[in-house]
T-cell receptor, first 113, second 115 residues
Framework: GAGVSQSPSNKVTEKGKDVELRCDPI?????LYWYRQSLGQGLEFLIY????????KSGLPSDRFSAERTGGSVSTLTIQRTQQEDSAVYLC???????????FGQGTRLTVV | AQSVTQLDSQVPVFEEAPVELRCNYS??????LFWYVQYPNQGLQLLLK??????LVKGINGFEAEFNKSQTSFHLRKPSVHISDTAEYFC?????????????FGKGTKLSVIP
């Protein structure tokens, strides 16, 4: 597709369940970022992938959060044992190798009940 | 580390009036500066960016911003707003030449254009 695609667009889950959020970056973009947007914290960086390099996980809030990127393309963000404070919009962005301009997907709205 | 302060959380303005959304940043290193717009239930769309060169940057939809290094500011302006400009605007910075261009965002300013 032409832009960054995220799925699902909305996800409601019960507290304690695991969830997986998917991001399809723009073709040819080697850099991929995950951000979280919540009412209390605004937009926060979570994790960064660049090509085959080790990801920068410095923004992950706890060890319940993990992400992987298969084949240098699609990425999955996994949240284990979800908590109510995990409710937020999770945004994915991708960019070319020089990384300056990031293109964002429309996000996944996660609600933990 | 960088930080971004958007001084106004909400800005109401009448249609066809000018608007300025304020942004100040703090960083110990050189930065790139960005403004993004977010319409309801949408992702973020880049309005404009400052990388280097001319401090006056023009973006999409008639917006412009001026980088002021001495005041560490990057205020966004539009001379005449339209109803369709109603959205939330985010100022962001990234460290220049870092390899990882992760963005640090301000808290956002909600612009409401009043007919």
């Amino acid at each position: 597709g032409a832009g960054v695609s995220q799925s699902p667009s909305n996800k409601v889950t019960e507290k304690g369940k695991d969830v997986e959020l998917r991001c399809d970056p723009i073709s040819g973009h080697t850099a991929l970022y995950w951000y979280r947007q919540s009412l209390g914290q605004g937009l926060e960086f979570l994790i960064y992938f660049q090509g085959n390099s080790a990801p920068d996980k410095s923004g992950l809030p706890s060890d319940r959060f993990s992400a992987e990127r298969t084949g240098g393309s699609v990425s999955t963000l996994t949240i284990q044992r979800t908590q109510q404070e995990d409710s937020a919009v999770y945004l994915c962005a991708s960019s070319l190798a020089d990384g300056v301009e990031a293109f964002f997907g429309q996000g996944t709205r996660l609600t933990v009940v | 580390a960088q930080s971004v302060t958007q001084l106004d959380s909400q800005v109401p303005v009448f249609e066809e009036a000018p608007v300025e959304l304020r942004c100040n940043y703090s960083s110990s290193v050189s930065v790139y500066l960005f403004w993004y717009v977010q319409y309801p239930n949408q992702g973020l769309q880049l309005l404009l960016k400052y990388l280097s060169g001319s401090t006056l940057v023009k973006g999409i939809n008639g917006f412009e911003a001026e980088f002021n290094k001495s005041q560490t500011s990057f205020h966004l302006r539009k001379p005449s707003v339209h109803i369709s400009d109603t959205a939330e605007y985010f100022c962001a910075v990234s460290e220049s030449g870092a390899g990882s261009y992760q963005l640090t965002f301000g808290k956002g300013t909600k612009l409401s254009v009043i007919p």
